[in-house]
């Protein structure tokens, strides 16, 4: 017996995505969803089952299974124009749904390799910002509609009370070739993101640090040197200028150019933005300099005067031999 049209619909559409898992959901009319983990191959041996839900008025979905994004995103609510305008652009679905008449689902596989989850999400946004696509599916593991089955939402029927099938069109599931460039792109505004997060956290920490601190923690003795020249020279300060004044007043306390270091590394908000992918070479450099400092100098010479100091006044009260 030859496969029927939904399996082949179906199994088109399983095929252009391109992987091997897949996660299932079964929605029925009161809106309760049943999730079911198949192999691409026992999720075609289930259409039968998936039918006769369907046929009760239930909605079949689709999506990569996996805790990754398997390289490949949903864009959903697209027309005609909007995909032609992806294709244009070099980002060529794997796979496009005909989800109800002229209202169109395109599967976009961006990347051969597994993708992190908040990358993927920065990739499926942008794509549906560029293209039109409804924004309140973009993310890395959104379920898209299976095809071969019927979308039993009611304001879809048509007179006589017939739903339309969900249709499989161009699918032949290939990695777009304007995808890496967009994964490129989303990972630097991730990666921008995170920094602009961070810097804003260290900033925060500093300002609202204790008004005092116990003198041996040397992030907690950055952060209120920091606090100290927000409050002087405002929010808009040179950070860089900040790591090196701060530095220099941390020899003076007693620290270590490694804990110096560590203070800067771990505290300073210099590092998340302007210094991304340089941090250790900006924290050596800015040690060096805090080192070099003609005030750490004179502190040093003076610490060497007053250690000569107490050494003198050691031997001269010490204890007198006796004949």
Sequence with gaps: MKPDRSYLAARRQLDAMGVDTFEVGIRDQAGRM??????????????????????????????????????????????RGQLARMQAAGMTPASVIETSPDNFQAWVRVHD????????????????????????????????RLAGLTNAKPKHKDANGRSPYVLAHESGGKVAPAGLALVQQAAQRVLDREAKAERESRAEAAQTAPERTNGRDPIQTYRHGLKALYARFGASMDVSKADYMIGVDMVRRGFKPEQI??????????????????????????????????????WQQEQAKEAQRSYRRERDSGPSMGM
């Design 34 to 79: 049943l999730t079911r983990t198949w192999s691409k191959a026992e999720t075609l041996q289930a259409m039968a089952w998936l039918k006769r839900e369907n046929a009760k008025g239930a909605d079949v979905y689709v999506r990569p299974a996996g805790e990754t994004n398997a390289g490949v995103v949903l864009v959903d609510d697209l027309n």
């Design 261 to 298: 270091g560590q203070a800067i590394e771990q505290a300073s908000p210099e590092l998340p933005t302007r210094k991304a992918g340089h941090e250790a070479d900006y924290v050596a450099r800015t040690v060096k300099a805090v080192m070099a400092s003609p005030k750490v100098a004179e």
């Design 113 to 144: 390799k597994r993708l992190e989850p908040k990358l993927a999400t920065e990739v499926a946004t942008m794509l549906a910002k560029e293209y039109g696509g409804d924004p309140n599916s973009a993310d890395w593991r959104h379920f898209g």
